[in-house]
């Protein structure tokens, strides 16, 4: 959808993980690699990627030729820090809507992102948010109607505070993909996707 613009935030260290999760590996594939693909997959072709912690690194294992980088300061102010920085690049502020993609969810399917941006498409929601057995996950569209409010963000709360602001503007999308609500973030989460059942 060319009037969506995909930000995957990947900046944290990974302190839980023990390096940064764009790095960590779930099959063949990087946990960013597999991101890029998924979203890429769905038709959203404007993509771009949010680095902090080991740029330098991410950079050199992953061709992001393609890819608008964008490059957060201060990743210690949390993936609403990553989501300033990106509505900062002319480019991603100009699109009709985001698509908030973090990196740590990285089994995601392309038809849970398929069904965000046709939601988005129809006209009526600000925010569009997955949801799996009643709870909701990532990633979350929002649109150009809400951009002034993730930049005033208080400090110390995140994108769930502008999500959580008024519900009549959020449209729920119940969706059969588990992967809206794992959040990979431990080398123990990792060893659970190995085990039966």
């Known amino acids: 959808m060319s009037d969506v613009f995909a930000v ?3 900046a944290g260290a990974g302190t839980r993980m023990g390096r940064p999760k764009a790095l960590v590996r779930i099959g063949p594939q990087t946990f960013l690699e597999k991101v890029i693909q998924t979203i890429t997959e769905a038709g959203v072709a404007r993509l771009s990627v949010v680095l902090g912690h080991d740029a ?5 294992v992953h061709e992001l030729g393609p890819l608008l980088t964008i490059h957060n300061p201060d990743p210690s102010r949390g993936p609403i820090s990553s989501i300033r920085a ?24 392309a038809e849970t992102i398929r069904r965000l941006t046709e939601r988005f498409a129809v006209g009526d929601a600000a925010i569009v948010v997955p949801c799996h057995e009643g709870g909701g996950g990532h990633p979350t ?23 959580r602001r008024d ?3 959020v449209r729920r999308i119940e969706v059969a993909d588990r992967g809206v609500r794992v959040n990979l973030d431990t080398p123990e989460d990792l060893a659970r996707l190995d085990e039966p059942g």
């Open 56 to 60: 330098a690194e991410i950079e050199r």
């Open 141 to 163: 569209l929002f649109g150009r109607a809400v951009y002034s409010e993730l930049l005033r963000v208080p400090p110390g709360e995140g994108a769930r505070t502008v999500v």
């Open 8 to 10: 995957i935030l990947a």
């Open 86 to 109: 990106a509505l900062a690049h002319p480019e991603v502020a100009g699109s009709a809507a985001i698509l908030v993609h973090p990196v740590d969810h990285p089994l995601v399917r």
């Open 167 to 169: 519900p009549d503007r």
